[in-house]
């Protein structure tokens, strides 16, 4: 038996080769765990650079053995196991935070205050040295040296889907109170984190904290859309009807259409593409009908809203609609209706209603059927105490005749609803 390319070895040479190659292949264990840092080594650097790196990585299971053990080996034992390490690579910023953590564990803050200021000097930028950092300085009370590292990890990190180290840094955001402290400013670095913060939030489920929240979040100019939507649609379901028309209406209000100064009707010219907000049109399609934004026909702006009905159902229209956060008083209600061949004796109508149990009422105009050129519907009504929501719905009730399906086109545009 002979290795090609290598000289003849004897018994003894051979039984030395394969204890190498078993070594290397036991070694492969702790290489794995240690991958995830082992891979920042630049490929070009040499073999004695990576394999003295590798090296100094079996120090990371060692010492993390050693501090899941602490309770049973006692601080003397683990003392060794993480001096030796520092001793081996003082270099590393890790090293020293593993120090630094077990000093101030056995009661010597001095001593650990200086570990974690050579962390801080070798790796300045490095977002796991920024996190241990982050939970050195809360733990003794520097709150305003915590944040500021924690900011910096989620600067860095840029608030991923499933993010470890996001989530540990909302964690800690969470101990420090940070909503109720006010110091979001120094916590939330960009629109990134703060949606991702805005979404922990929600699944505590505090509700001032995140009404709060939500309102720092429109005063820094860090909300969007989507987060709009998100926030209001979750206080509608926590029945929070003020936190969420007021959160709606504070981050629309630079629209060009109105809302909510001349009319509390949300993108009542369909201007804007509708969003997926309860405080939207919820106009989608279905197997009877087509909706869609329609630019080439409006009666005011650039755009309209068309539904063409096949004809082939006697359609109970009734969830198409928008609501709408109203308070107790009058209001005149104003939309615009064009119509195209709508067939059977039902046509096409504006209907306001509440769901409410305490004060149910429903309002509607008169139906469009056939073929009519753009007609204004108007309506006066008054809302009374305890109905916080609307809905406005394009509406249309079942045909009891033979000839009942519902087919033609309808345009919607122009709708508002005003305080008077």
């Known amino acids: ?32 765990v240690a991958f995830a840092d082992f891979q920042h080594v630049p490929v070009d650097s040499s073999l004695g650079l990576r394999l003295g790196h590798f090296y100094l990585l079996q120090d990371d299971s060692a010492v993390e053995s050693a501090r899941s053990r602490i309770d049973k080996v006692g601080f003397a034992s683990a003392e060794k196991v993480f001096d030796a390490a520092l001793q081996r690579d003082a270099g590393s910023a890790y090293r020293w935070c593993d120090k630094g953590e077990l000093l101030l564990h056995d009661g010597n803050p001095d001593q650990a205050a200086y570990c974690y200021g050579r962390a801080g000097e070798l790796a300045p930028k490095d977002v796991r040295i ?108 926590k029945q929070q009807y003020d936190a969420a028309g007021e959160g709606w209406a504070r981050h629309f209000a630079a629209r060009k259409d109105g809302f909510p100064r001349s009319t509390l009707i949300f993108n009542g010219g369909f201007e804007y593409e509708l969003t997926d907000g309860a405080f939207d049109w919820q106009l989608g399609s279905s ?91 108007d309506l006066d009504i008054e809302v009374p105490s305890g109905i916080p929501l609307l809905e406005i719905d394009i509406a249309r009730r079942p045909s009891l005749r033979v000839d009942n399906q519902l087919s033609g086109t309808v345009w919607i545009d122009s709708v508002k609803l005003t305080p008077q």
Not at 6 to 32: I, K, M
Not at 337 to 361: A, M, N, V, Y
């Open 1 to 32: 038996m002979a290795f090609v390319g290598l000289p003849p070895l004897d018994a003894q040479g051979y039984v030395r080769l394969f204890v190498s190659l078993l070594s290397f292949v036991l070694a492969t264990g702790t290489a794995a």
């Open 287 to 377: 197997d009877s009908f087509k909706g869609a934004r329609d630019h080439q026909i409006r009666q005011s702006g650039e755009y309209s809203y068309r539904i063409d009905f096949d004809g082939n159902k006697n359609i109970n229209l009734r969830d198409r609609k928008q609501t709408v956060y109203v308070h107790p008083g009058k209001y005149h209600f104003e939309g615009w209706l064009r119509t195209s061949r709508i067939t059977s004796d039902e046509g096409i109508r504006f209907r306001i209603r509440t769901s409410s149990d305490k004060s149910p009422f429903a309002v509607e105009t008169p139906a469009l059927t056939g073929t009519n050129d753009w007609t204004r519907m």
């Open 130 to 237: 920024l996190l241990d950092l982050g939970d050195y300085y809360s733990s003794i009370g520097k709150t305003d040296l915590a944040l500021k590292d924690f900011s910096e990890v989620l600067h860095q990190t840029g608030a991923p889907a499933q993010d470890i180290l996001t989530a540990n840094v909302f964690g800690y955001y969470q101990s420090l109170k940070i909503v109720e402290n006010h110091l979001l400013d120094e916590a939330i670095p960009d629109v990134p984190n703060a949606f991702a913060f805005f979404r922990f939030e929600r699944q505590i489920g505090d509700m001032a904290a995140l009404r709060d929240l939500w309102n720092w979040t429109c005063q820094m100019s860090f909300d969007t859309d989507q987060m709009a939507v998100e926030y209001a649609n979750f206080m509608l379901s």
